[in-house]
């Protein structure tokens, strides 16, 4: 029986979320928290092994008291069990840290029942870094494997899987030993709707609770704002495209113009003085 894990977030909705013209930061409160959509399709790819071979599915979280709704949606979609690790020290962590924290939740929760499987979405669409998961498979040293698009096999009493891995120009079919780390693609499967006893389950659900206090051997210097190297000095929107220009008249005028605006743009296509 496979006790697979899958690390989660809740994010901010990126398709509605605003920045702040003042500040040069995201304006949160402007778009409803949801699951990162990456990290949906981990769980339901968790979900889809258990029932190939049996076992059971946990998700966990490193968030505000609010990311309890990240987990609910979770256990619609077909988990056992959350835990979420929420602490003021936590905040303000970049990937370093939040793989750190993540991985100390791992831990314990190994501790409670030993771990075959650890899923990951590839990237979450608030920070786009995909370097949590792999972060946080180097500090468990257990073997990365990233941009999985489909799962062939797993085979607990052999300690093995076989993963399809996407790249730019094909894929690759890895053999990797158990536990091991993937980070999945979002064409790995396709979300079914919940089923009414999951939602009713999740209406329900209370999720596991730890703060800094509840984990074990730790570095506190590691977590949160202390924790992360890494500095964003400054983030703003891209500016809007101007508008195209209309092109007017009959065919030849409209030919000619085109022609007048690509030999003023020529620097952009490498054109050079004696080429018209």
Do not use: Q, W
């Given at each position: 029986m496979l006790h697979i894990v899958a690390c989660i977030k809740q994010v901010p909705d990126t398709k509605i979320?605003?920045?702040?013209?003042?500040?040069?930061?995201?304006?949160?409160?402007?778009?409803?928290a949801i699951l990162n959509p990456y990290d949906a399709?981990?769980?339901?790819e968790a979900v889809r092994l258990k029932a190939r071979y049996g076992g059971t599915?946990?998700?966990?979280?490193?968030?505000?008291p609010p990311a309890v709704k990240a987990i609910k949606k979770c256990i619609e979609i077909g988990a056992d069990e959350g835990y979420?690790?929420?602490?003021?020290?936590?905040?303000?962590?970049d990937t370093l840290a939040t793989s750190y924290t993540v991985t100390k939740a791992l831990e314990k929760i190994s501790k409670i029942k030993p771990i075959d499987l650890i899923l990951c979405g590839k990237m979450t669409i608030d920070g786009d870094t995909g370097q949590v998961g792999p972060g946080?498979?180097?500090?468990?040293?257990?073997?990365?494997?990233?941009?999985?698009?489909?799962?062939?096999?797993?085979?607990?009493?052999?300690?093995?899987?076989?993963?399809?891995?996407?790249?730019?120009?094909?894929?690759?079919?890895?053999r990797s030993t158990?536990?091991?780390?993937?980070?999945?693609?979002?064409?790995?499967?396709?979300?079914?709707?919940?089923?009414?006893?999951n939602m009713l389950r999740a209406a329900r659900y209370k999720p596991v609770v730890w703060s800094v206090n509840d984990l074990e051997d730790v570095d506190r210097t590691l977590?949160?704002?202390?924790?992360?190297?890494?500095?964003?000095a400054k983030v703003w929107p891209p500016e809007k495209p101007k508008g195209g220009e209309m092109l007017a008249g009959g065919a030849k005028e409209q030919v000619a113009r085109l022609l007048e605006i690509l030999w003023e743009k020529k620097e952009?296509?490498?054109?050079?003085e004696g080429a018209r």
């Open positions: 979320i605003k920045m702040n013209p003042k500040t040069n930061t995201m304006d949160r409160s402007s778009a409803p399709h981990a769980v339901e599915v946990s998700v966990v979280t490193m968030g505000p979420l690790v929420t602490d003021r020290a936590f905040a303000g962590a946080i498979a180097r500090r468990l040293d257990i073997p990365p494997l990233t941009n999985v698009k489909k799962v062939e096999s797993v085979n607990k009493e052999e300690g093995y899987c076989v993963i399809h891995r996407k790249l730019e120009d094909g894929y690759e079919v890895i158990l536990p091991c780390l993937f980070s999945v693609e979002k064409d790995i499967n396709d979300i079914p709707y919940s089923t009414m006893p977590f949160g704002l202390k924790g992360s190297p890494t500095i964003v952009l296509f490498g054109m050079k």
